[in-house]
């Protein structure tokens, strides 16, 4: 059995889960408007646990969003995944940010399409990278424009997907392709099966040297 404590901070949804065996047995988030995490991320935690009727000793790893993020945001989700790693004497999993995005998409209308999730940088600017239908990531993730024909060349007249954390509606990004899905935002919900396989794995990080995913 391994019981695991998910921390996803890389935007302002603050989101916290605790799964089983891969299973998410209880999610507590808050998506708002600024970044709370410094302010709600430990009372979600024990929220969690306390619902759960799961004691802190139970705990097997604990798995944290490595980002691309907000740079603060993900250094509290980072501190405060390290802080009970050290102090529980169990070992660190990290998922990065797109991935676990990426979880949330279940079906799309063309088996050959492609996906990209997007999250905000700055100004016009997001993080992204490209997935296949079977959701495996084939580029490096990567700084962006909106706007720019980027994965034109790769993509070519197969149907893209694109989602995330972006105002689509704003933004000229829609090629011939390219199907927005939805606005998404990064869930520890969706680190469940992921953390688990790292953890079956033993795909665990150095506590001392761990930092977040910047570009």
Do not use: W
């Not at 209880?26 to 995490?37: A, G, P, Q, Y």
């Not at 691309?68 to 990065?96: F, M, N, Q, W």
Request: proline share 3%; glycine share 4%.
């Amino acid at each position: 059995m391994s019981l695991i404590l998910n921390l996803e901070t890389s935007t302002k949804n603050c989101s916290v889960s605790i799964a089983k065996n891969g299973i998410c047995l209880i999610s507590i988030e808050e998506n708002s408007d600024k970044f709370l995490h410094s302010e709600k991320l430990h009372t979600f935690i024990q929220y969690a646990i306390t619902i759960s009727k799961i004691d802190f000793n139970n705990l097997e790893s604990i798995c944290v969003s490595q980002g691309p993020g907000s740079y603060t945001s993900l250094r509290i989700g980072i501190s405060a995944a390290k802080g009970l790693c050290c102090s529980l004497g169990i070992p660190l999993l990290s998922v990065d940010t797109l991935t676990i995005m990426v979880q949330k998409i279940n079906h799309i209308q063309d088996e050959d399409g492609f996906l990209i999730p997007m999250i905000h940088a700055k100004s016009d600017f997001v993080y992204t990278s490209l997935f296949n239908q079977s959701k495996k990531m084939l580029c490096p993730i990567s700084i962006k424009k909106l706007g720019d024909n980027f994965f034109q060349s790769i993509t070519k007249n197969r149907k893209v997907y694109f989602f995330g954390n972006v105002g689509f509606s704003e933004k000229k990004i829609f090629f011939k392709n390219f199907r927005f899905i939805s606005q998404i935002n990064p869930s520890a919900m969706e680190m469940s099966f992921l953390s688990y396989v790292k953890f079956c794995n033993k795909e665990f990080n150095k506590i001392e040297t761990f930092r977040p995913f910047y570009l």
